[in-house]
């Protein structure tokens, strides 16, 4: 599905009985805007935000992720919600790791998948 389709980025307000819809709703999104695969851990990521990849399954990669951390912090609300991004920055993704802010915003509410 092309990444140019008109949808707004669900956005989460921090209830913990509105997590499990927007989380599904969420995936959804990222499913529509090709980057699904940033938000579980990917061996294709470079080691570091800096680097350029080598190969296309690399730069779709980096793609992805950097869609993922951007769609994240625009879902997300509260200041305890935009906490979760600023953990997953390091000096080796700045930018973050949209598969860290997964896990940690569903451990959070202890959403198993």
Do not use: C, Y
Not at 32 to 44: P, V
Not at 73 to 89: C, E, G, H, V, Y
Not at 98 to 104: G, L, P, R, T, Y
């Amino acid at each position: 599905m092309s990444d140019d389709t008109s949808i707004k980025v669900p956005v989460f307000d921090g209830n913990s009985k509105n997590f499990m819809m927007w989380w599904v709703r969420f995936k959804a999104f990222a499913v529509m805007k090709n980057f699904s695969r940033a938000l579980t851990e990917d061996a294709a990521l470079p080691a570091e935000e800096s680097t350029v990849p080598a190969d296309d399954d690399a730069k779709l990669a980096k793609k992805a992720n950097e869609t993922a951390m951007a769609s994240l912090t625009m879902a997300f609300k509260t200041d305890a919600m935009l906490n979760i991004i600023l953990r997953s920055m390091t000096t080796k993704w700045p930018g973050g790791l949209a598969h860290k802010v997964s896990q940690s915003s569903r451990n959070s509410f202890s959403l198993k998948i």
